[in-house]
Nanobody, 120 residues
């Protein structure tokens, strides 16, 4: 069993910054891609950013230049630095990880999510 635990959400004013963290723990052989998704009320879940084990990144157009994804593979942790936040960034941010829990068994895991609210 693998758990993903997010932290770092909260209330911030427009133009402000937040840093999200997501730590994976449990029966982990290795982790391939890790990423962040978000879901706003009444909207579908959307990709925010992903990062591979080699460090290649991918961002949604709406966050390019404002958000930065990084990971500490030794700690099985992924981070999302969010700068110049806008009200439209308000959502529940959900961590995702592709986990090899043996050398031949793989599945994707999701965290519970952390609320980010951008409001004055």
């Amino acid at each position: 069993q693998v758990q993903l635990v997010e932290s770092g959400g909260g209330l911030v004013q427009p133009g402000g910054s937040l840093r999200l963290s997501c730590a994976a723990s449990g029966s982990i052989f290795s982790i391939s891609s890790m990423g962040w998704y978000r879901q706003a009320p009444g909207k579908e879940r959307e990709l925010v950013a992903t990062i591979t084990s080699a460090g290649s990144t991918n961002y949604a157009e709406s966050v390019k230049g404002r958000f930065t994804i990084s990971r500490d593979s030794a700690k099985n942790t992924v981070y999302l630095q969010m700068n110049r936040l806008k009200p439209e960034d308000t959502a529940v941010y959900i961590c995702n990880a592709g986990v090899w829990y043996t050398s031949y068994s793989y599945r994707a895991y999701w965290g519970q999510g952390t609320q980010v609210t951008v409001s004055s």
